[in-house]
T-cell receptor, first 114, second 120 residues
Framework: AQSVTQLGSHVSVSEGALVLLRCNYSSSVPPYLFWYVQYPNQGLQLLLKYTTGATLVKGINGFEAEFKKSETSFHLTKPSAHMSDAAEYFCAVTSSGGYNKLIFGAGTRLAVHP | GAVVSQHPSRVICKSGTSVKIECRSLDFQATTMFWYRQFPKQSLMLMATSNEGSKATYEQGVEKDKFLINHASLTLSTLTVTSAHPEDSSFYIC????????????????FGPGTRLTVL
């Protein structure tokens, strides 16, 4: 069985500050890990993904995440927050092959204030 | 990139009526599509997995007779909410897996923009 835990349902940062959104997963098989962003009343947009290979993954909009197997973590970071980063962020896991269903975390709402 | 569309984006209907939501992969073939439901300020809940040409696989607790899913082609899946009631009001989102097209990957779900259903 697989599961995802996102620590912190709400995160608030100042514009220009570091963004850190935490994600821990549980999986009995090698995981594929994803971060998605959702803006109000919209679907999900893929930020980045880890499947195999390099553990530091760079995504769109300046975001990156590092897969740490020993810590079962896949935290999302961005060096400098922008007002447009305010949104809901979801971490998700699936098993290799990808056609299996995604298991989503509860989501973290990121607020960016001036 | 891979684009998934949904239609309609918003729908308001009376209690007891049926509503059909379409999910299309616009530039790739999707052998597998998923349907999710999202309540306000909550995560996505998988309702069913839809494979082209076969019956959908529903998650536990999801009524298959209430939420009819048809995946008639490699680019289209539909979700019909039958005899809708106010508790069916929600945000419904579909996703699709690429079918090996070079523009998509087979390990990533591409999501549609969602459909807001309001049942009066």
């Amino acid at each position: 069985a697989q599961s995802v835990t996102q620590l912190g349902s709400h995160v608030s940062v100042s514009e220009g500050a570091l963004v850190l959104l935490r994600c821990n997963y549980s999986s009995s098989v090698p995981p594929y890990l994803f971060w998605y962003v959702q803006y109000p009343n919209q679907g999900l947009q893929l930020l980045l993904k880890y499947t195999t290979g390099a553990t530091l993954v760079k995504g769109i909009n300046g975001f990156e995440a590092e897969f740490k197997k020993s810590e079962t973590s896949f935290h999302l970071t961005k060096p400098s927050a922008h007002m447009s980063d305010a949104a809901e962020y979801f971490c998700a896991v699936t098993s290799s092959g990808g056609y299996n269903k995604l298991i989503f975390g509860a989501g973290t709402r990121l607020a960016v204030h001036p | 990139g891979a684009v998934v569309s949904q239609h309609p984006s918003r729908v308001i209907c009376k209690s007891g009526t049926s509503v059909k939501i379409e999910c299309r992969s616009l530039d790739f073939q999707a052998t597998t599509m998923f349907w999710y439901r999202q309540f306000p300020k909550q995560s996505l809940m998988l309702m069913a997995t839809s494979n082209e040409g076969s019956k959908a696989t529903y998650e536990q607790g999801v009524e298959k007779d209430k939420f009819l899913i048809n995946h008639a082609s490699l680019t289209l899946s539909t979700l019909t909410v039958t005899s809708a009631h106010p508790e069916d009001s929600s945000f419904y989102i579909c996703s699709a897996f690429g079918g090996g097209d070079r523009r998509t990957s087979t390990d990533t779900q591409y999501f549609g923009p969602g459909t807001r259903l309001t049942v009066l």
